[in-house]
């Protein structure tokens, strides 16, 4: 059974930092990403990252700010996220295809119950 738990959220002022984990259980994935959803929007791609070569892709409007990265041998990944915003609120979720995908988030399989971020101004 596959199972994607992500951790990590809570609640910082501006310009802090949070790092977020999501650890995967019951496969691999060529493609592990993360995607938000802030109240009244759509979900947005934050980024995503590659099992193979670890090639990571990140959204414009996080690029700078946040580094995606993975860490095979517990089967996570993480997102750092630095300089964090008032606009970055949202829920985080962690999502997984079996293929190398990029932003679309209709290529994602399975995804997690999602993380409540709060940035403070």
């Known amino acids: 059974q596959v199972q994607l738990v992500e951790s990590g959220g809570g609640l910082v002022q501006a310009g802090g930092s949070l790092r977020l984990s999501c650890a995967v259980s019951?496969?691999?994935?060529?493609?592990m990403g993360w995607f938000r959803q802030a109240p009244g929007k759509e979900r947005e791609f934050v980024g995503r990252i590659s099992a193979i070569g670890g090639s990571a892709l990140l959204g414009n409007s996080v690029k700078g700010r946040f580094t995606i990265s993975r860490d095979d041998a517990k089967n996570t990944i993480y997102l750092q996220m630095s300089s964090l915003k008032p606009e970055d609120t949202a829920v985080y979720y962690c999502a997984a295809s079996e293929l190398l995908v990029g932003f679309n988030e209709r290529r994602y399989n399975y995804w997690g119950q999602g993380t409540q971020v709060t940035v403070s101004s």
């Open positions: 019951g496969r691999t994935f060529s493609t």
